[in-house]
C-alpha cells in the first residue's frame, strides 16, 4: 500500500475522451444519477461511468463528487468503477492524447468528427440552434449546437471562455460549420494553456509584413513602427472577431483614410475565414461631423456595442478614429469610454495634445515625428491599410492623393503620392473626387455611404458609374458654391492687421444660405481662396463668423489655432470659448451674447502673430 501523502487522483481534461481514461487509476468525478445496481458519474461531460452497487462505500446526492478507480474499460466503451475514499491526495489533470484539430484544417475534415479547442468570440442565438463563433490560432469558425428551436444551448457558456468542442464538420451554404456533440469550458487549467498557446500563435499571425511605403518619406519612416502597431492591433481584433468601430472626421480627407482601412479590414475579414455577414456587424464606419470625438458619437458608439453585446454576445469593439482623436477635445469621450474598457487608437494630422495619450493604445500623428498636418489622414490610413492587407494596394493607391488635394497638403509627399498615380487620376480628377466625396458627405450626414462613396473613389469596379458619378456631382457642388458666393462676396469686410496681413470677416449667418452645402466652414474657405487669389503675395486671413462660431481659413501668417483659443478661453470671463484644429486652420464657439467681445478679441491676437517669410 502506498503511502497516502502519494496517491494521485487524476481530473480528466474537458475535452478528453474514454481513450485517455486508464484502468487502475483514481479519478475525481462527479454523481450523475442513480439505478436499481449501482451509481452513475461522470468523469468529464463526455465520459461516463458506473460504480457498481456492491462497490459504493459512502452515500450520495445528484452532482456530489466522488471519488473513483477505474477497475476496467469494456469493449463496448462501459466503464466499471469503484469508489475509493483516500483521506489525503494530490490531483493532476489529464490533458488529452490527441491533440485539438485546427480550425483552418477543418475544409479537409468534412463529414468528420472532430476536437477543437478555442475561445468563444461571439454567441449567437437564432430561431434554430445557437451559434457559438470559435477562435483558435488559425481562424474562426461557426459551431452550431442545439438543444430546442429558439433555445439557448450551454446558457453556462459565456463569451471569453476557451472550450473544447467535439462535433461533425459540415458544409452548410457554402460555410463550414460543426454540429456541436458536446461543448466543455476548459478548467482554469487547460484554459490557460490553450489561451497561452493560441495568443503566442496570433501574436506572430497578426505582425504586419515588413514593406516599403508607397513613396520616400522622411517622416512616414519615423511613423513606421507605430503604424505597425496600429496594424497589429487591428489584424488581432479581425483574428480574435472582435468588432471595429472606426470613427472619423466627414471631409474628404478623412473619408479617405477610413475607407481606405475599411477596404483592408473588409478583405482581411473575408480571407480569415468567418462567415459571409462578418463584415457588416464586425466593422462599421461612422463619420463624425466634428473633428474631434463628440459627447454624441461615443454616446451612440456605446450605445451600439451594449446592446450588441448583450443581444448577439458579442465582444466590445476596438475604436479606430481617423483624422480626428488627437486633441483635448476628444478626453470628454475617452473617459467615457474608459468606462467600459473600449481599446482606442488614432491616427490622425491635427495638432496633438499629449494629455490624450493616456487614453490611447498607441497613437500615430505626424507631429510625432517632426512633420505637420501635410501628412494628411489619407495618406496615412492608405499606408496603414496597406500594413493590414498588403494586396489591396492596387485599388487604393490613388487615394492618398485626394487625400492630399483635399486637404490642401503643401508637404512635399503630397506631389510624391499625386505622380504615382498621375497616368490613372490626374490631379484635376483627384480634386474632382474630394469635392464630389465633401458634397456628397453633407447630404449623407451620419451616415457612412458605404457603397456610393466607394463609387466616388472607383472602388466598386465600375468606372463608368464612377466617372458619372463624381461629373455630375462636381457640377452641383459647384453650382452651389457659385450660387453661395454670389451671396456672400459683396458682404466680405475688410481690414489690415498690425503685423500687415489682411484680414477679411463674413457674417456667414446673414449672408449665406443655410442648412445647404457649401456650409459654413466650406463657404469660408471658399472665400478664402477667391482673396488669396485677389491678393497674391499678401498674407490673408479670413473669418467666417456665425453666431456663436467663428472659422479661421489663413495662409501666410504663422498662426497657432489652439494657442489662441486656450487664451481666450482665459482672458474673456463669461466666453465660453473653446475650439480648435489645425495649426492656421480650424474653428472656434463661444457664447452668442459674447461674440462681439470674442471676434475682437481675437483679430487683436491674429494681429499679433508673425507673418511667414515668403
Ligand atoms: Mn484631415
Known sequence: M??????????????????????GKTYEARVQ??????????????VKGLVHKSNQKLSHRERDPIVVRVLSIRKNGNIDLEEVTPAIYHTQTVVRKTPAVRLSDLASKIGRTVMVEGEVAQIKQTSGPTIFTIVDETGTENAAAFIEAGVRAYPEVVVGDMVGILGEVMQRNNQLQIEVASLAVLSPDEADTVRERINRALDDRAEPEE??????????EKLRPELRKIAKIIRKAVFTAQPIVLRHHADADGISAAVAVETAVIALIRESGADFDAENYLFKRAPSKAPFYEIEDVTRDLDFATKDSVRFGQKMPLILMMDNGSTEEDEPSYRMARVYDLSIVVVDHHHPDASVDQFLEAHVNPYHAGG???ITAGMLGTELARFIFPEVEERIRHIPAVAAVGDRSEAPERNRYLALVADTCSEEHCKEIALALDYEQFWLRFNDGREIVRDIL??????????????LLVREANLAIEEQLRASMPHVQEQLLQNGARLFSLDVEIYA???????????????????CRRHAGSAVVTLGVGPDFAVIRSRGVLLNIPRMVRELREEIDGGGVNGGGHLVVGSIKFVEGMRDTVIARLIEKIGEYPLEHR
Request: hydrophobic letters at 35%; glycine letters at 8%; one cysteine or more.
Open 513 to 531: 444660405h443655410r442648412f445647404t452645402f457649401p456650409p459654413p466652414g466650406k463657404t469660408s474657405g471658399e472665400v478664402h481662396d477667391r482673396l
Open 211 to 220: 514593406i516599403p511605403f508607397l513613396v520616400e518619406s522622411e517622416v512616414l
Open 372 to 374: 505637420d498636418f501635410g
Open 33 to 46: 444519477g442513480f439505478a436499481n445496481f449501482g451509481t452513475f458519474v461522470l468523469l468529464n461531460d463526455r
Open 2 to 23: 502506498n503511502n497516502e501523502m502519494d496517491t494521485i487522483v487524476y481530473r480528466l481534461g474537458a475535452t478528453c475522451g474514454i481513450e485517455d481514461v486508464e484502468e
Open 458 to 471: 472607383n472602388l466598386n469596379r465600375n468606372p463608368e458609374r464612377h466617372a458619372r458619378l463624381v461629373a
